[in-house]
């Protein structure tokens, strides 16, 4: 469902160099696989996710999703494609703040198939336990609840794949397992392929594939070895 195939992706730093991020030879995920990636701060997990998602454009090498290279679509497609088939959980949530609850749910929608459906906004609510604050705006909420939201949000155009950046990162302990639960729960049902970036043991330990990040990117490879 999910092919890397010799990704590269590097960034112009201020003195006119060329930073290395990701040097990915192969990387793979199967159609409703759930994984977990794990790596130290600055690693590139962040900017993988981002290539993934086609928010980034990688330098070389092919990002395959559902069978479609999106490295081969122009801006617009990509846009379009992602809008479709891929969702997207943020760390800082990225609601729109004058906007309800079931309000951001449903704009996600738009971007994709240019219409709303209600139904399913509130229903994807009611399953991330915000039946009761449909109408409710982000500043009304807890942090909690606007991640519930940020989920329901993303998995709001039934999409193929499902990208998770830190989604507990900023959520208190006693819901960090609540989150997790309703991510992993959700895609299960809906047959979603799941890839979510953590630096908390306690999440990963919940999966049964953890991919570590110096395995898969051969420039944080390098980074860890002692000759470097």
Same mark, same amino acid.
């Given at each position: 469902?999910?092919?890397?195939?010799?990704?590269?992706?590097?960034?112009?730093?201020?003195?006119?160099?060329?930073?290395?991020?990701?040097?990915? /030879? $192969?990387?793979?995920?199967?159609?409703?696989? !759930?994984? =977990?990636? &794990?790596? @130290? %701060?600055?690693?590139?997990?962040?900017? *993988?996710?981002?290539?993934?998602?086609?928010?980034?454009?990688?330098?070389?090498?092919?990002?395959?999703?559902?069978?479609?290279?999106?490295?081969?679509?122009?801006?617009?497609?990509?846009?379009?494609?992602?809008?479709?088939?891929?969702?997207?959980?943020?760390?800082?949530?990225?609601?729109?703040?004058?906007?309800?609850?079931?309000?951001?749910?449903?704009?996600?929608?738009?971007?994709?198939?240019?219409?709303?459906?209600?139904?399913?906004?509130?229903?994807?609510?009611?399953?991330?336990?915000?039946?009761?604050?449909?109408?409710?705006? /982000? $500043?009304?909420?807890?942090?909690?609840?606007? !991640?519930? =939201?940020? &989920?329901? @949000? %993303?998995?709001?155009?039934?999409?193929? *794949?499902?990208?998770?950046?830190?989604?507990?990162?900023?959520?208190?302990?006693?819901?960090?397992?609540?989150?997790?639960?309703?991510?992993?729960?959700?895609?299960?049902?809906?047959?979603?392929t799941l890839l979510m970036v953590t630096h908390a043991t306690e999440v990963a330990q919940q999966f049964e594939r953890v991919d570590r990040l110096d395995e898969i990117n051969q420039v944080?490879?390098?980074?860890?070895?002692?000759?470097?």
């Amino acid at each position: 469902m999910l092919e890397l195939e010799a990704v590269k992706k590097s960034y112009r730093e201020p003195n006119g160099n060329r930073l290395q991020v990701l040097d990915v /030879p $192969t990387y793979k995920l199967a159609q409703g696989e !759930q994984a =977990v990636l &794990v790596g @130290r %701060s600055g690693g590139g997990k962040s900017t *993988l996710l981002h290539v993934i998602a086609g928010i980034s454009r990688p330098d070389s090498g092919r990002v395959t999703i559902d069978g479609l290279d999106i490295t081969r679509l122009s801006e617009a497609g990509c846009d379009k494609f992602r809008a479709e088939r891929i969702g997207y959980v943020f760390q800082t949530f990225n609601l729109m703040s004058g906007f309800t609850a079931v309000e951001n749910v449903q704009l996600g929608m738009t971007f994709a198939r240019g219409r709303r459906d209600a139904a399913r906004a509130r229903t994807l609510l009611e399953r991330v336990g915000l039946g009761h604050r449909l109408n409710h705006k /982000p $500043t009304t909420m807890s942090v909690g609840e606007q !991640q519930r =939201v940020a &989920v329901a @949000r %993303s998995l709001a155009n039934q999409p193929r *794949l499902l990208l998770a950046d830190e989604p507990t990162a900023n959520v208190d302990p006693a819901n960090q397992q609540h989150i997790v639960d309703l991510i992993r729960d959700t895609c299960r049902e809906e047959n979603v392929t799941l890839l979510m970036v953590t630096h908390a043991t306690e999440v990963a330990q919940q999966f049964e594939r953890v991919d570590r990040l110096d395995e898969i990117n051969q420039v944080a490879a390098q980074r860890l070895s002692p000759a470097s």
